[in-house]
């Protein structure tokens, strides 16, 4: 990963990721230079873990954000229309 990226890049990276040592949601941090760095909001913290995708968490029964869940009900539903289930 580079240290340089625009910010819609690096908040999709943030929102995808958690700090690997504190599980906190990383932060954005513009970069002197242009563009952001995205870390914890302890710098000492290296490393990130890339968290599931919204679906793959509510299909495992974790909580995901009740328009999400709302939205992938609604997939489900449709997807699932065909196949008399
Ligand atoms: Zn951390």
């Not at 914890?40 to 995901?64: M, P, S, T």
Request: glycine share 10%; with cysteine; net charge positive.
């Amino acid at each position: 990963m580079s240290d340089e990226m625009n910010y819609i890049q690096a908040q999709r990276f943030a929102f995808q990721h958690e700090c690997a040592e504190c599980g906190n949601s990383p932060s954005l941090y513009p970069n002197e230079g242009g563009g952001y760095e995205v870390r914890c909001q302890n710098k000492d913290h290296k490393g990130f873990i890339r968290l599931k995708g919204y679906y793959q968490a509510w299909r495992e029964g974790q909580a995901v954000p009740i328009e999400i869940a709302q939205n992938l009900i609604k997939k489900e539903r449709r997807g699932n229309a065909n196949k008399g289930s």
